[in-house]
């Protein structure tokens, strides 16, 4: 059976969360323009931006319960569902290059020089 409150919640909230989670991604690419120039990669911002993937994935996880749960009413209803579990997707996978970003330019910084053979 479905619950309705709880649907209807999720297909209310997720769709902000998506804007919000594509503002923080363009926010990161920014910060790693950033980092490359200042040459500074805090411990803070990989936190955070690790923790919003771990949001993201929750919020797939929900996503795909949603589907579920009306796949089993509706296939059709459903599979117009799954535009938001790929755009969730999509966000994550963005967020998630713009991090590894972070992490190479943090590898950049603390590698030692590399001597020159004259």
Do not use: F, N
């Not at 969360?17 to 911002?45: F, N, P, Y």
């Not at 579920?68 to 790929?86: K, N, R």
Request: glycine residues 6%.
């Amino acid at each position: 059976m479905i619950d309705g409150p709880w649907l209807a919640g999720v297909l209310e909230e997720t769709p902000g969360k998506i804007d919000a989670w594509r503002s923080q991604a363009l926010q990161l690419k920014h910060l790693v323009t950033t980092a490359e120039i200042t040459g500074k990669v805090s411990d803070e911002l990989l936190q955070s931006a690790e923790a919003t993937c771990t949001s993201i994935y929750a919020e797939m996880v929900k996503c795909a319960e949603v589907i579920e749960t009306v796949a089993a009413t509706s296939q059709e209803a459903a599979s117009q569902l799954a535009g938001l579990g790929d755009t969730l997707r999509l966000v994550l996978l963005e967020i998630t290059e713009l991090i590894t970003e972070l992490y190479a330019v943090r590898s950049r910084l603390q590698r030692p020089p590399i001597s020159t053979l004259a």
